[in-house]
Protein backbone atom coordinates (compact mmCIF):
# COMPACT_ATOMS: atom_id res chain seq x y z
CA UNK A 1 0.00 0.00 0.00
CA UNK A 2 1.41 3.67 -0.87
CA UNK A 3 1.89 5.91 1.50
CA UNK A 4 0.06 9.29 1.83
CA UNK A 5 1.59 11.93 -0.14
CA UNK A 6 3.44 14.40 1.84
CA UNK A 7 1.79 18.12 1.54
CA UNK A 8 3.74 21.58 2.91
CA UNK A 9 1.18 24.12 3.49
CA UNK A 10 2.46 28.27 2.91
CA UNK A 11 -0.13 30.38 4.78
CA UNK A 12 -1.70 28.24 6.88
CA UNK A 13 -4.96 30.63 7.91
CA UNK A 14 -8.41 29.80 8.29
CA UNK A 15 -8.67 27.72 5.16
CA UNK A 16 -5.07 26.06 5.26
CA UNK A 17 -4.99 24.77 8.74
CA UNK A 18 -8.68 23.59 8.36
CA UNK A 19 -7.71 21.73 5.26
CA UNK A 20 -4.53 19.98 6.86
CA UNK A 21 -6.46 19.30 9.49
CA UNK A 22 -9.30 17.29 7.67
CA UNK A 23 -6.56 15.39 5.83
CA UNK A 24 -4.65 14.74 8.66
CA UNK A 25 -7.57 13.64 10.39
CA UNK A 26 -8.68 11.20 7.41
CA UNK A 27 -4.62 9.76 6.80
CA UNK A 28 -5.00 11.35 3.06
CA UNK A 29 -2.32 13.52 2.94
CA UNK A 30 0.86 14.25 5.24
CA UNK A 31 1.46 17.52 6.16
CA UNK A 32 5.00 17.97 6.49
CA UNK A 33 5.98 21.57 6.69
CA UNK A 34 3.86 24.83 7.37
CA UNK A 35 5.06 28.64 6.93
CA UNK A 36 3.29 31.64 8.22
CA UNK A 37 3.87 34.67 8.35
CA UNK A 38 5.75 34.17 11.53
CA UNK A 39 7.06 31.44 13.20
CA UNK A 40 4.46 31.28 16.39
CA UNK A 41 1.45 31.58 13.80
CA UNK A 42 3.03 28.66 11.93
CA UNK A 43 3.11 26.78 15.01
CA UNK A 44 0.03 27.48 15.96
CA UNK A 45 -1.65 26.34 12.53
CA UNK A 46 0.83 23.04 13.40
CA UNK A 47 -1.02 22.11 16.51
CA UNK A 48 -4.46 23.07 14.72
CA UNK A 49 -3.61 20.48 12.12
CA UNK A 50 -1.93 17.91 14.86
CA UNK A 51 1.19 17.41 12.34
CA UNK A 52 3.55 19.03 10.39
CA UNK A 53 6.36 21.14 11.78
CA UNK A 54 6.47 24.91 11.76
CA UNK A 55 9.17 26.57 9.83
CA UNK A 56 10.35 30.02 9.40
CA UNK A 57 11.09 30.62 5.77
CA UNK A 58 10.86 28.70 2.74
CA UNK A 59 14.81 27.71 2.93
CA UNK A 60 13.90 25.62 5.92
CA UNK A 61 11.25 23.44 4.34
CA UNK A 62 11.75 19.98 2.73
CA UNK A 63 10.69 19.26 -0.84
CA UNK A 64 6.72 17.69 -0.83
CA UNK A 65 4.81 16.04 -3.55
CA UNK A 66 2.10 18.57 -3.39
CA UNK A 67 2.08 22.47 -1.88
CA UNK A 68 -1.15 24.43 -1.32
CA UNK A 69 -0.47 28.25 -1.16
CA UNK A 70 -3.42 29.36 1.08
CA UNK A 71 -1.66 33.35 1.17
CA UNK A 72 -4.25 35.78 0.57
CA UNK A 73 -5.10 36.51 -3.08
CA UNK A 74 -2.84 39.05 -3.70
CA UNK A 75 0.13 37.24 -2.45
CA UNK A 76 -0.12 33.98 -3.74
CA UNK A 77 1.68 34.70 -7.51
CA UNK A 78 4.27 36.19 -5.51
CA UNK A 79 4.73 33.18 -2.86
CA UNK A 80 4.82 31.38 -5.98
CA UNK A 81 7.41 32.97 -7.80
CA UNK A 82 9.44 32.92 -4.12
CA UNK A 83 8.67 28.96 -4.02
CA UNK A 84 9.71 28.24 -7.83
CA UNK A 85 13.52 30.07 -6.93
CA UNK A 86 14.02 27.54 -4.02
CA UNK A 87 15.00 24.31 -6.06
CA UNK A 88 11.92 22.65 -3.80
CA UNK A 89 9.90 21.91 -7.27
CA UNK A 90 10.88 19.08 -9.95
CA UNK A 91 8.69 17.83 -12.66
CA UNK A 92 5.77 15.51 -10.80
CA UNK A 93 5.63 18.16 -7.94
CA UNK A 94 1.75 20.01 -7.81
CA UNK A 95 1.19 23.42 -6.34
CA UNK A 96 -2.22 24.56 -6.29
CA UNK A 97 -4.09 27.52 -4.38
CA UNK A 98 -7.94 27.81 -2.84
CA UNK A 99 -8.57 31.33 -4.22
CA UNK A 100 -12.33 31.56 -6.12
CA UNK A 101 -11.33 35.13 -7.76
CA UNK A 102 -7.60 33.73 -9.32
CA UNK A 103 -6.96 30.87 -12.45
CA UNK A 104 -4.60 28.50 -11.58
CA UNK A 105 -2.24 30.59 -14.22
CA UNK A 106 -1.21 32.71 -11.67
CA UNK A 107 1.29 29.66 -10.25
CA UNK A 108 3.02 29.90 -13.80
CA UNK A 109 6.30 30.01 -11.81
CA UNK A 110 5.42 26.46 -10.38
CA UNK A 111 4.60 25.34 -14.01
CA UNK A 112 8.16 26.55 -15.14
CA UNK A 113 9.63 24.23 -12.94
CA UNK A 114 7.60 21.39 -14.38
CA UNK A 115 5.08 21.59 -11.22
CA UNK A 116 1.62 20.45 -12.24
CA UNK A 117 -0.69 23.84 -11.04
CA UNK A 118 -4.39 24.15 -9.92
CA UNK A 119 -7.14 25.31 -8.11
CA UNK A 120 -9.47 24.21 -5.96
CA UNK A 121 -12.00 26.76 -4.68
CA UNK A 122 -14.18 25.34 -1.65
CA UNK A 123 -17.48 27.16 -1.85
CA UNK A 124 -18.23 28.03 1.86
CA UNK A 125 -16.91 30.09 4.75
CA UNK A 126 -13.74 29.68 6.79
CA UNK A 127 -14.28 32.04 9.88
CA UNK A 128 -15.11 29.01 12.30
CA UNK A 129 -12.25 26.09 11.35
CA UNK A 130 -13.24 24.04 14.24
CA UNK A 131 -17.02 24.32 12.92
CA UNK A 132 -15.92 24.08 9.25
CA UNK A 133 -14.02 20.56 10.09
CA UNK A 134 -17.13 19.25 11.87
CA UNK A 135 -18.91 20.12 8.58
CA UNK A 136 -17.13 19.75 5.55
CA UNK A 137 -18.71 17.07 4.08
CA UNK A 138 -20.75 17.98 0.74
CA UNK A 139 -19.00 20.94 0.61
CA UNK A 140 -19.08 22.31 -3.29
CA UNK A 141 -15.46 23.02 -5.04
CA UNK A 142 -14.71 24.50 -7.82
CA UNK A 143 -11.88 23.29 -9.39
CA UNK A 144 -9.32 24.19 -12.91
CA UNK A 145 -6.04 23.32 -13.62
CA UNK A 146 -3.23 20.21 -14.99
CA UNK A 147 -5.25 17.26 -15.36
CA UNK A 148 -2.19 15.43 -13.29
CA UNK A 149 -2.67 17.78 -10.37
CA UNK A 150 -6.39 17.22 -10.78
CA UNK A 151 -6.63 13.72 -10.55
CA UNK A 152 -4.66 13.64 -7.22
CA UNK A 153 -6.12 16.89 -5.84
CA UNK A 154 -10.13 15.44 -6.83
CA UNK A 155 -9.06 12.60 -4.85
CA UNK A 156 -7.63 14.01 -1.78
CA UNK A 157 -10.66 16.41 -1.68
CA UNK A 158 -13.38 13.79 -2.36
CA UNK A 159 -12.02 11.86 0.46
CA UNK A 160 -12.69 14.49 3.10
CA UNK A 161 -16.06 14.96 2.00
CA UNK A 162 -15.96 17.24 -1.11
CA UNK A 163 -18.10 17.65 -4.06
CA UNK A 164 -16.04 19.03 -7.11
CA UNK A 165 -17.03 20.95 -10.13
CA UNK A 166 -14.93 21.29 -13.11
CA UNK A 167 -14.97 25.28 -13.84
CA UNK A 168 -13.32 26.88 -16.99
CA UNK A 169 -10.72 28.75 -15.72
CA UNK A 170 -11.09 31.69 -18.78
CA UNK A 171 -13.95 32.79 -16.52
CA UNK A 172 -13.19 32.31 -13.21
CA UNK A 173 -13.74 36.11 -12.14
CA UNK A 174 -16.94 35.57 -13.78
CA UNK A 175 -17.64 32.45 -11.50
CA UNK A 176 -16.18 34.10 -8.21
CA UNK A 177 -19.11 36.67 -9.13
CA UNK A 178 -21.45 34.45 -9.06
CA UNK A 179 -21.30 34.03 -5.62
CA UNK A 180 -22.02 37.74 -5.19
CA UNK A 181 -24.82 37.95 -7.18
CA UNK A 182 -26.47 34.87 -5.29
CA UNK A 183 -25.46 35.84 -1.58
CA UNK A 184 -24.28 39.86 -1.46
CA UNK A 185 -26.56 41.29 -3.97
CA UNK A 186 -29.62 39.61 -3.20
CA UNK A 187 -28.88 41.49 0.48
CA UNK A 188 -28.64 44.50 -1.40
CA UNK A 189 -31.79 44.06 -3.37
CA UNK A 190 -34.10 43.01 -0.09
CA UNK A 191 -32.41 46.21 1.45
CA UNK A 192 -33.83 48.23 -2.02
CA UNK A 193 -36.99 46.54 -1.00
CA UNK A 194 -37.20 47.20 2.54
CA UNK A 195 -36.42 51.11 1.38
CA UNK A 196 -39.60 51.06 -1.03
CA UNK A 197 -41.71 49.86 1.52
CA UNK A 198 -40.55 52.58 4.28
CA UNK A 199 -41.32 55.05 1.68
CA UNK A 200 -44.64 54.38 1.32
CA UNK A 201 -45.16 54.19 5.14
CA UNK A 202 -44.11 50.69 5.86
CA UNK A 203 -42.37 50.79 9.64
CA UNK A 204 -39.17 48.68 8.80
CA UNK A 205 -39.69 46.07 11.30
CA UNK A 206 -42.87 45.49 9.64
CA UNK A 207 -41.68 45.43 5.99
CA UNK A 208 -39.51 43.18 6.97
CA UNK A 209 -42.03 40.44 8.08
CA UNK A 210 -44.27 40.89 5.48
CA UNK A 211 -41.23 40.70 2.92
CA UNK A 212 -40.39 37.49 4.44
CA UNK A 213 -42.98 34.40 3.31
CA UNK A 214 -42.73 36.40 -0.11
CA UNK A 215 -38.89 36.17 0.23
CA UNK A 216 -38.63 32.31 1.20
CA UNK A 217 -41.43 31.14 -1.03
CA UNK A 218 -39.21 32.71 -4.14
CA UNK A 219 -36.22 31.44 -2.85
CA UNK A 220 -37.96 28.01 -2.34
CA UNK A 221 -39.53 28.34 -5.63
CA UNK A 222 -36.04 28.64 -7.40
CA UNK A 223 -34.35 25.75 -6.32
CA UNK A 224 -37.75 23.63 -6.80
CA UNK A 225 -39.01 24.72 -10.26
CA UNK A 226 -35.62 26.60 -11.64
CA UNK A 227 -35.64 30.50 -12.02
CA UNK A 228 -37.39 30.59 -15.75
CA UNK A 229 -40.63 28.30 -13.85
CA UNK A 230 -40.32 30.50 -10.73
CA UNK A 231 -40.76 33.92 -12.03
CA UNK A 232 -44.13 35.94 -11.37
CA UNK A 233 -45.16 39.51 -11.43
CA UNK A 234 -45.97 42.11 -13.97
CA UNK A 235 -43.03 41.00 -16.17
CA UNK A 236 -43.73 37.18 -16.70
CA UNK A 237 -47.46 38.31 -17.17
CA UNK A 238 -46.58 40.71 -20.29
CA UNK A 239 -48.56 43.71 -18.30
CA UNK A 240 -45.50 46.02 -19.51
CA UNK A 241 -47.59 49.01 -18.32
CA UNK A 242 -47.41 48.44 -14.90
CA UNK A 243 -43.92 47.71 -14.77
CA UNK A 244 -43.32 51.12 -16.70
CA UNK A 245 -45.78 53.03 -13.69
CA UNK A 246 -43.51 51.27 -11.39
CA UNK A 247 -40.28 51.85 -13.27
CA UNK A 248 -41.92 55.90 -13.24
CA UNK A 249 -42.59 56.07 -9.59
CA UNK A 250 -39.47 54.50 -8.11
CA UNK A 251 -37.16 56.67 -10.44
CA UNK A 252 -39.03 59.97 -9.10
CA UNK A 253 -38.29 59.14 -5.79
CA UNK A 254 -34.96 57.78 -6.38
CA UNK A 255 -33.15 57.53 -9.89
CA UNK A 256 -30.54 54.90 -8.76
CA UNK A 257 -32.95 52.66 -7.50
CA UNK A 258 -35.27 53.49 -10.86
CA UNK A 259 -31.59 52.78 -12.93
CA UNK A 260 -31.49 48.81 -11.03
CA UNK A 261 -35.27 48.87 -11.60
CA UNK A 262 -35.14 49.27 -15.33
CA UNK A 263 -31.94 46.73 -15.90
CA UNK A 264 -33.77 44.17 -13.74
CA UNK A 265 -36.81 44.58 -16.07
CA UNK A 266 -34.57 44.05 -18.94
CA UNK A 267 -33.11 40.92 -17.39
CA UNK A 268 -36.83 39.90 -15.90
CA UNK A 269 -38.03 39.92 -19.66
CA UNK A 270 -35.59 37.76 -21.32
CA UNK A 271 -36.10 35.08 -18.37
CA UNK A 272 -39.70 35.31 -19.08
CA UNK A 273 -38.93 35.25 -22.96
CA UNK A 274 -37.53 31.59 -22.33
CA UNK A 275 -40.42 30.38 -20.62
CA UNK A 276 -42.51 31.60 -23.53
CA UNK A 277 -40.32 29.34 -25.98
CA UNK A 278 -39.93 26.35 -23.71
Known amino acids: MNSPKTINILGAGHVGKTLGRLWTQNKVFTVQDVLNATLESGTQAAAFIGAGRAVANLD ?40 GALPSSILNAASGRGAAV ?82 AGIPEETAMQLMEPLVRGTVDNVFRLGPTDALTGPIARG ?8 YRAVNAWDNRHGALYKQLGKLTADIAARRRLK
Open 239 to 246: DIATAVKQ
Open 118 to 199: ASIHPIRSFAEPEQVVNAFGGTFCGMEGDEAALDVLQAGFTAIGARLVPIDARFKAVYHAAAVFASNYLVTLLDVAVQSYMK
Open 60 to 99: QMRPADITLIATPDDRIGDCCKALAQTGLLVPGTIVFHCS
